[in-house]
């Protein structure tokens, strides 16, 4: 059909177009494109015949796509965007809870990303590790707890001294100047013995294929230690480590904290119960030998 002139008007007149004999084998003759196929030019070159767009944009008629002008379908909802190479949609952006997300000091990529609530109080801790572990230790598996864990760790051990029969006779029997030294570097050495299995407690379970933190899982790791033994400890301060009572609440306790640290260490480093009790077994273990059992 040939650019303005409309074939109706030639049928009304009695005019038709020319036709050509096909060629052999239904080819069309030489020098016509083949049916429903259009010769292409090269590559960057117009084709014969055809006009060209102007470059320039804006033009009455033209594309808006051509040229270098802002294409309007580029970010509608069913049109695709260009990202340079190494640019993600989301790239400038802060993580968002459930997006992937990786920590050079833990936590690797395909893992969730820390919850959005805030650090807990250090009042909302200490309650929440017994009233309701399972939410405290999943929003506290990203914060450190060194200050809580500290402290309360220290004051258990100014106390557990006279938890044992010896050494609250041996407390009680001597002078003040020679009594507080020794109540002070009890309560030392259980702050430096709880954080050295606390250590040992998150080495184990990062070789089991954990992703967790270090400084969260020792610091509640020490909490732990600590708030699960204080029932004991305050009978033993009355009736004395050896009581049939104090026995048993020490046995109940220490299952507990196993309880406890299997939570913890599956919350803050992504494993099952089975790996995380494991992870916590030599934990367990020292508790059970140092404290329960009355060697220290």
Excluded: C
Aim: proline share 11%.
């Amino acid at each position: 059909m040939g650019r303005g002139r409309d074939p109706r008007n030639a049928q009304q007149h009695g005019q038709h177009p020319p036709r050509q004999a096909p060629g052999p084998y239904g080819q069309p003759t030489h020098g016509q494109p083949p049916y429903g196929r259009v010769q292409q030019p090269p590559y960057g070159q117009p084709a014969h015949g055809q006009p060209q767009w102007p470059q320039g944009g804006g033009g009455y008629g033209e594309p808006e796509y051509f040229g270098p002008g802002h294409d309007p379908y580029s970010d509608n909802p069913g049109h695709t965007q260009v990202f340079s190479v190494g640019e993600a949609p989301d790239h400038g952006h802060a993580p968002h809870p459930g997006d992937g997300y990786t920590d050079g000091a833990g936590h690797g990529a395909g893992h969730p990303a820390p919850p959005p609530a805030p650090r807990l109080h250090w009042k909302q801790l200490l309650s929440g590790i017994v009233l309701r572990p399972g939410a405290t230790f999943w929003q506290m598996r990203d914060h450190t707890v060194w200050g809580p864990a500290l402290v309360v760790t220290f004051l258990y051990g100014l106390f557990a001294v006279f938890g044992f029969e010896q050494a609250r006779e041996d407390a009680i029997n001597s002078t003040l100047s020679t009594a507080v030294p020794f109540v002070l570097i009890t309560g030392l050495a259980l702050v430096i013995s709880s954080l050295l299995m606390g250590v040992v407690t998150h080495t184990l379970a990062r070789q089991l294929g954990g992703n967790g933190l270090w400084a969260p899982t020792v610091g509640l790791s020490m909490l732990i230690m600590s708030i699960t033994d204080t029932p004991r400890l305050i009978l033993a301060m009355f009736l004395g480590g050896a009581a049939t009572l104090v026995q048993v609440v020490g046995w109940i306790t220490w299952l507990a904290a196993g309880a406890l640290f299997t939570l913890m260490v599956g919350r803050s480093h992504e494993l099952p119960w089975p790996k995380a009790l494991g992870a916590s077994s030599i934990q367990l273990i020292a508790l059970l030998a140092l404290i329960k059992l009355g060697t220290l």
